[in-house]
């Protein structure tokens, strides 16, 4: 059995910065594909970026790229999303995914963490 819990959301102003964390269990969490996701309200989820096992792969949305840095301790089963320059459009729920197969759609996640606000003040 996979869980997942997120952690380090919170309100910061913008041009700000905030680290994810998302810790995985499981024996196979080390070896498959972790993402996150965001959801706003009223809006879709969608894809932020995400992270092959063996680091080969990484996926960022356009609207993050050159901002939003994913990474994983493979070892620690942590994945992480350090956010820079946040704007106030960047204010989601944000979600951690895994999958046994490198994808950037929801539908091809099975496993889902409870959510972690991000809020970006103007």
């Known amino acids: 059995q996979v869980q997942l819990v997120e952690s380090g959301g919170g309100l910061v102003q913008a041009g700000g910065s905030l680290r994810l964390s998302c810790a995985a269990s499981g024996r196979t969490a080390s070896t498959a594909t972790m993402a996150w996701f965001r959801q706003a309200p009223g809006k879709e989820r969608d894809i932020v970026a995400a992270?092959?096992?063996?680091?080969?792969?990484?996926y960022y949305a356009d609207f993050v790229k050159g901002r939003f840095t994913i990474s994983r301790d493979n070892a620690k089963k942590m994945v992480y999303l350090q956010m820079n320059s946040l704007k106030p459009e960047d204010t989601a729920v944000y979600y951690c995914a895994l999958d046994h197969n490198f994808g950037i759609s929801r539908t091809e996640y099975e496993y889902w963490g409870q959510g972690t606000q991000v809020t970006v003040s103007s």
């Open positions: 992270i092959s096992w063996n680091y080969g792969n990484t």
